[in-house]
């Protein structure tokens, strides 16, 4: 009897505990609606192009900063998620390429794309700039038509926080020199 009796203790204690760490557990970790997925930054541009071994990089610069693009993937203001080199070394047909900032400290930016192997031309990149609020700054296609053709997308500069008005162009602003 006493054996049945020290067992169900045992048990109710070790139930009582389990729910304690539980209610404890909740209580510390946030919840999922407190924590919503966030975009990685601030501004992100982001090209798509036709699937195939074709391959474009996405370039951008900050102000008079070194441009971020495949050789040179991340300064103060912008990073490059990924290069995309087309088919090689990939194995889905999803041919992007993103970069987003950290800030958005006042200045110009410049987004452009660049043919780095085009077998085939014209290349039409879909172009898309927005800020992670959802605002989209520009978005278009740009059609690249050799091989090594550089183009910039869209230039625009940022004060306090916003687009500065009457500040978006596209006049070519060259981020990769030569081969």
């Not at 009796?5 to 009582?16: A, P």
């Not at 924590?35 to 391959?55: E, K």
């Not at 500069?157 to 596209?170: W, Y």
Request: proline letters at 5%; a negative charge.
């Amino acid at each position: 009897m006493t054996s049945i009796l020290t067992r169900d203790l045992l048990m109710n204690f070790l139930m009582g505990l389990v729910a304690l760490v539980i209610l404890v557990l909740a209580a510390i970790a946030p919840s999922a609606k407190d924590d919503p997925a966030q975009l990685p930054g601030n501004l992100v541009a982001s090209i798509t192009w036709p699937s195939g071994r074709t391959d474009v990089d996405l370039w951008v610069q900050h102000g008079d900063e070194m441009a971020v693009g495949y050789s040179h993937r991340s300064d103060r203001v912008w990073s490059l998620l990924r290069d995309d080199l087309g088919t090689a070394n990939d194995d889905t047909p999803l041919n992007a390429e993103s970069a987003f900032t950290r800030g958005l400290p006042d200045g110009e930016y410049a987004v452009n794309v660049r043919c780095f192997g085009c077998a085939k031309v014209p290349v039409p990149v879909s172009v898309e700039v927005r800020l992670a609020e959802g605002g989209v700054i520009w978005k278009g296609t740009v059609d690249l038509l050799k091989d090594k053709q550089e183009r910039t997308a869209i230039r625009f500069r940022m004060a306090g926080g916003q687009i500065a008005p009457g500040s978006a162009s596209q006049v070519f602003k060259q981020m990769k020199r030569g081969e």
